[in-house]
């Protein structure tokens, strides 16, 4: 293949990479990570401000976290992950939303009789020498719930693929060639035979028409991250704080490793009944300088961590424990949020608030985690900021706010998940 820059949108940031000849099963590589708004990034959009995109990701997440099962729904475009890789013989681009909350890998294809409008051409698996179906027999037909496959006249796998959202996509399993790039100095590029997706002929949903389908990154065993296998089993990522013009990366394989000092652990928790998500084990909050712990539900892998969402949702009580623990030590002027979606703000003067508000200790099962006033508040309007923890009767979630200017190392091998506090604008 020619070198070609891609583009990947991760939650309020971009990953770009770029694609190339690598030897085969090279599965180490690294990509850049760009600030979603950022003037630098090819979707920033001048007419429109960073508060009116906040405020359609906090209102996606509050719809993520209040579906009725532990379901990830599906995020369209705006602040979320996009990611656009190489797929088929010839190859041809797949631009679709990065989500690691669910597993199937999936683009539009033709024939395809109720498909959402898209921008790019619709992928032709006839023009495709390395296209394969999948028979209803096979291993990655059996990754697929029962309820979401069936068998056609020919004994091929085909599915029916829901998200929290309503939005579905039916299509066939089958498998393709992927590349995937290179971003990082000492890395390469992965040429990827066979990997198993989704050929959707039917899509409708809440989908944009600049994404083609969406890149499974979940646990489970269809996603792309399992596929990868081997040391692809690890890697990691350091999101820059939303008004940062600067690039960062998220790594894969060796290059993934997060080391040194300062580096906290905690147990990667799997749940055979929802292998998809990555669970982690939360016990207690402190706010600021406080003795007082404010406990969580005691139980193994009570939260999810999940970058796609922009907020954290933990349990209303304990919310209510936190807010009131910063209302006693924040000395700001309370105020109403003007845009209605968050309950306890305060005005400030300047760029730099963070210093008239606490930090928060996330006590995770062996591993303290100090979030600053950058991973716990959020600017909804000039001079307004709000947190952005927020109550959830269905399911807890670390979005990735709290997981901004840490290097986060997902090791699925050992099932640990490593932090590291890093300024994540300055990142090698």
């Not at 990953?15 to 990570?33: P, R």
């Not at 050929?199 to 646990?219: A, E, P, V, W, Y």
Request: hydrophobic share 35%; proline share 6%.
């Amino acid at each position: 293949f020619e070198m070609a820059a891609v583009i990947v949108v991760v939650g309020m940031l971009m990953m770009k990479v770029s694609f190339g000849d690598a030897a085969a099963g090279v599965v180490e590589f690294s990509t850049e990570l760009i600030p979603r708004s950022s003037p630098v990034s090819p979707f920033y959009k001048p007419s429109r401000s960073k508060y009116e995109d906040l405020k359609d990701a906090i209102q996606r997440s509050k719809k993520r976290a209040s579906a009725s099962k532990i379901e990830a729904p599906l995020r369209p475009g705006g602040l979320e992950y996009v990611m656009r890789v190489s797929i088929g013989t010839p190859p041809v681009e797949l631009l679709g939303i990065a989500d690691t909350g669910s597993d199937l890998t999936w683009t539009q294809c033709l024939p395809c009789t109720d498909c959402y409008n898209q921008t790019l051409p619709l992928y032709n698996p006839r023009r495709s020498s390395s296209f394969k179906t999948i028979s209803c027999n096979s291993d990655a037909c059996l990754e697929l719930p029962s309820t979401d496959k069936s068998c056609d006249q020919k004994n091929v796998c085909t599915y029916q693929y829901g998200y929290g959202d309503n939005s579905v996509t039916i299509g066939e399993l089958a498998t393709e060639r992927f590349t995937l790039g290179n971003g990082g100095r000492n890395a390469s590029s992965a040429v990827l035979p066979n990997i198993a997706f989704g050929c959707s002929h039917s899509s409708r949903g809440t989908f944009d028409k600049s994404q083609n389908g969406l890149i499974g990154l979940g646990g489970g065993g269809l996603s792309l991250v399992s596929q990868l296998g081997g040391s692809a089993r690890r890697f990691s990522y350091c999101l820059a704080p939303i008004s940062a013009n600067a690039t960062t990366k998220i790594s894969f394989g060796s290059d993934a490793l997060v080391s040194g000092s300062n580096v906290v652990r905690t147990p990667l928790i799997t749940d055979p009944s929802h292998p998809t998500f990555y669970f982690l084990s939360l016990q207690s909050l402190t706010v600021g300088n406080s003795k007082n712990q404010i406990p969580i539900d005691a139980s193994e892998g009570n939260v999810i961590i999940d970058s796609g969402t922009v907020l954290t949702f933990l349990p209303e009580d304990v919310v209510d424990q936190v807010s009131s623990d910063l209302d006693k030590t924040i000395k700001l002027h309370k105020v109403d949020d003007p845009t209605q979606e968050l309950s306890l703000c305060y005005k400030v003067e300047g760029s730099d608030f963070e210093s008239e508000l606490p930090n928060i200790t996330a006590h995770f099962k062996g591993a303290h985690v100090v979030l600053n006033p950058i991973n716990t508040f959020l600017e909804v309007a000039e001079g307004v900021v709000c947190l952005g923890i927020v109550p959830s009767t269905q399911i807890s979630i670390i979005g990735n706010v709290a997981q901004v200017n840490f290097l986060i190392g997902y090791d699925l091998a050992a099932h640990t998940l490593s932090f590291k506090p890093t300024d994540c604008t300055k990142q090698d």
